[in-house]
């Protein structure tokens, strides 16, 4: 009996684990630039991985009914990197000088969703951790 407490104590510890494990990417704030928004995700590298880019592609739909696409990255792709360490965490951000602007307050926008996700690691490769995002 004892041995059946002991092994589903560390089945759940290591389901904990799994579910601790990833990176979690949420909604950041918004800021309001010259009349734009500009929003913002907040990356946690619960990975046990170096994450040296990332970058969500966000989908605005915005209250008149357009849609834009904003680029949120966590560095310039060809530039400075900005390494995100296990345990760490980052804001990936909208390059303002490299991307257009979404041209309405933050107020006009209605809906968020993800379009696309790419995550590379110090090797140039794919992050084998999963990653969740919540816009």
């Known amino acids: 009996m004892k041995k059946a407490f002991v092994a589903l104590g560390l089945g759940l510890v290591s389901t904990a684990a799994l579910a601790a494990n990833g990176i979690d990417v949420k909604r950041g704030s918004d800021a309001n630039v010259y009349g734009n928004c500009v929003p913002s995700l907040v990356v946690e590298n619960r990975s ?80 084998a951790s999963s990653v969740s995002v919540r816009p």
């Open 48 to 127: 046990g991985e170096t994450i040296d880019y990332l970058q969500v592609d966000v989908v605005l739909a915005l209250r008149d009914g357009r849609e834009r696409v904003v680029e949120l990255k966590s560095a310039y792709r060809e530039g400075a990197s900005f390494p995100i360490a296990p345990g760490a965490t980052a804001t990936l951000k909208q390059h303002l000088d490299t991307s257009r602007a979404l041209g309405v307050p933050c107020g006009e926008v209605r809906e968020r969703k993800v379009a696309r996700t790419i995550c590379e690691t110090a090797r140039g490769t794919a992050c």
